[in-house]
């Protein structure tokens, strides 16, 4: 933000529509300095108010409202063709009638500052121009946004967000918006184009006793902002204005505002154009057109008919023609419906490993049956691509080293789909029994289950009942954490990063390993332990451990004892013992015993390492497989495994070393078998044997 010392609004700013809030503030510094803030205190100390702008007294027996005429030669004038001083008509007030025995109640403080501003606006001539714009396509990437952020970082895109930003992007493309009213020093009409653009945003205000007041902040240099830097500078003025922390600068250097009827159904308006400004624009309700509204959705979606959004741009006249205003809703229309990578961009500047979705004319022919089975049959194989071929764009590359590409299969334009056939009905089998359902719907679960930060592949799964099993747990899964295991995850979550900052302050310069991007490592481990304890039958958990994070493991999973790690750390090491000696801390094993939250218990085997690390794998099988022969045996005489192996890799490792393949193909055989392993490759894209493309 702009230094609250820099950038104040002018001394006669009494025109603009945040000069009620500014002469409120300087009754309140009139009385009590101290009051304000330091930037408040800075700006009134010079600060002399503007007189109320003249005006001509109201006739006695006028008609209730005038009439105004332009002249080509002279500008605007009012019905007695005078002006005053500094080129302002001075109009006569349109009166009401106040009928016998009713008392007028007067207007002060923020009513009496708007009388003045409405009546100061009325010297400025302004033109409307409207447009509508199909919402289809905002509709369905801003869905795609919030459907990302709110499983990663939280927060919220609105309608008014993109909007806005395109509103900014097309000002580049048509500069003529920047233009600006005002006169030289002699008087005379001249314009004047901003450099900097700063886009306005009228809020609403509700005050504390129950009126409402509009404030106009301004986004500084909104044109060299991407659309993440965008929105945290409007949500920060937001924030302000809802926790009442003004500052000056808040309200200086406005070119456009924005204001935003449509939040209470209001189609569009025609605002009213304050001096200094060179354009109001208004965003309407998103809806469907009027003589649609009373339709079935699904046949609205039959037809694709989109909703509609109406923006308005009101402007000074003076210096910005009409065609120029129509020029540039032209060019917001055209960057909504994704022109020149519109929403590449959005999508690139919070992220999003995804590509948008395009705009596409709908070529359905609802009277041809064979077009539509074609689609029906399109959107089985659609389906099918997503379980065999949809971990290629999960989300797993947490560097964000490289963008992925939506891979063609994936892709619905390639089966002849289109945004128009998102809101359509198909029969699936997506997420469980046959159903009908629209294909956003079936989309929305194929992505949950394949596409996230969880990538699935079982489509080499010969076994039908396997993969109807892994289907069947992957596909409309529960994502909700209920708020007690949410605090759990904090707290390992905690341990974990808590030991790694006290090694690294205390240990400074000993190689170590950490966990540091990994830490997600204990919370996972944790799962898989209490899930184990909690079953029914596993006794114990053997681990094989890779070299990153093994001592946050020891501690916050194992149990090993701080006292003697940080002994390790310290060399305290018995000379006697295999390996005694170098980075023995990180081949060392341990046992201990882990305690669910249900006071459930499973031993835990954590056997040491050589320096090749991944050689412990077969290791770990061999024990795993000696626990199960020598354990519980069901009814059947069969083996219950009561072992569990867990193996953690590093992400280079398990790419580049055989021995992990060795122990992936012994596992298929008779003698080998342990029943199933837990392999937990560490993805941080550090190693040194494969590269992160591997």
């Known amino acids: 933000m702009a230094s609250t010392s820099s950038t104040a609004p002018a001394a006669s700013s009494r025109s ?133 952020l709110r499983r990663q970082r939280g927060g919220k895109v609105s309608f008014t967000h993109l909007i806005a930003f395109a509103m900014v992007k097309a000002v580049q493309d048509v500069p003529a918006m920047r233009t600006v009213y005002t006169e030289t020093e002699q008087g005379k009409p001249a314009s004047m184009r901003t450099e900097r653009f700063g886009l306005g945003l009228a809020v609403d205000v509700e005050n504390d006793d129950g009126s409402r007041s509009l404030l106009v902040p301004v986004i500084q240099d909104a044109t060299s902002l991407s659309f993440e830097a965008f929105l945290r500078a409007y949500e920060e003025l937001i924030r302000k204005i809802r926790t009442r922390k003004l500052d000056p600068a808040m309200f200086s250097g406005t070119t456009i505002t924005l204001t935003n009827p449509g939040t209470i159904g209001t189609v569009h308006s025609i605002p009213r154009l304050m001096a200094g400004q060179a354009a109001i624009l208004g965003v309407g309700a998103i809806g469907y057109p009027s003589a649609y509204q009373a339709a079935d959705p699904r046949t609205l979606a039959k037809l694709g008919v989109s909703k509609v959004i109406t923006l308005t741009s009101t402007y000074d006249h003076r210096v910005i023609q009409g065609a120029e205003s129509g020029l540039y809703l032209q060019r917001v229309h055209e960057l909504l419906l994704g022109a020149d990578g519109f929403y590449d961009e959005v999508f690139a500047s919070l992220g999003l490993p995804y590509e948008p979705a395009r705009w596409s004319t709908d070529r359905t022919d609802l009277d041809d049956e064979t077009d539509l089975l074609t689609k029906q049959m399109k959107v089985g194989q659609l389906a099918n691509m997503y379980r065999v071929r949809g971990h290629l764009i999960a989300d797993l590359d947490p560097l964000r080293q490289s963008r992925v590409a939506l891979h063609r299969e994936l892709d619905p334009t390639h089966y002849g789909l289109s945004i128009w056939d998102l809101d359509r009905e198909f029969v699936t089998d997506v997420g469980g029994s046959d159903r009908r359902a629209r294909l956003s719907e079936t989309l929305g679960v194929l992505r949950d289950a394949y596409c996230r930060t969880v990538g699935i592949e079982y489509g080499h ?216 392993t837990i392999h937990v490759v560490i993805n941080n894209q550090v190693g040194f044997t494969t590269s992160p493309e591997a």
């Open 461 to 676: 799964v010969l076994d039908p009942e396997q993969k109807q099993w892994i289907r069947a747990r992957v596909e409309g899964a529960e994502e909700e954490l209920s708020a007690e295991d949410q605090l759990w995850i904090l707290s390992r979550l905690n341990a974990a990063e808590a030991f790694e900052s006290f090694l690294h302050t205390k240990y400074v310069g000993q190689k170590r390993f950490g966990l540091e991007g990994g830490e997600s490592l204990i919370p996972l481990l944790d799962a898989v332990c209490e899930a184990a304890a909690d079953s029914d039958g596993v006794t114990d958990i053997v681990m094989g451990m890779a070299h990153r994070g093994r001592l946050n493991v020891l501690s916050n999973i194992v149990g090993k004892s701080h006292r003697q790690i940080f002994g390790e750390f310290e060399g305290h090491i018995d000379p006697d013992t295999v390996q005694g000696s170098g980075d023995v801390k990180y081949h060392l094993g341990t046992r201990g015993t882990y305690r669910s939250r249900a006071d459930n218990e499973v031993e835990l085997h954590l056997p040491p390492n050589p320096s090749h690390l991944e050689a412990v794998n077969p290791v770990v099988e061999g024990i795993a497989r000696a626990l199960q022969d020598t354990g519980v045996r069901g009814a059947d005489g069969g083996h219950r495994h009561p072992a569990l192996p867990v193996l953690m890799h590093g992400d280079s490792a398990f790419a580049g070393q055989g021995v992990v393949v060795e122990t992936l193909n012994l596992s298929q055989l008779r003698g080998y078998r342990t029943g199933g």
């Open 16 to 148: 603009e529509l945040n000069a009620w809030l500014v002469e409120e503030l300087y009754e309140q510094y009139q009385e009590d300095p101290e009051s304000l803030s330091s930037g408040w205190q800075e700006f009134f100390a010079d600060y002399r108010p503007a007189p109320s702008p003249t005006s001509a007294p109201a006739p006695t027996s006028a008609p209730a409202s005038t009439s105004t005429e332009t002249s080509p030669a002279t500008g605007p004038q009012g019905v007695d063709g005078t002006t005053n001083g500094a080129g302002t008509v001075a109009r006569p007030r349109a009166v009401g009638t106040v009928p016998e025995g009713v008392e007028p109640q007067p207007l002060r403080g923020v009513g009496a500052r708007i009388v003045e501003n409405m009546e100061t606006s009325l010297g400025v001539p302004t033109a409307t121009s409207v447009r509508d714009v199909p919402a289809k396509l905002l509709e369905v990437n801003r869905g795609f946004i919030n459907n990302y």
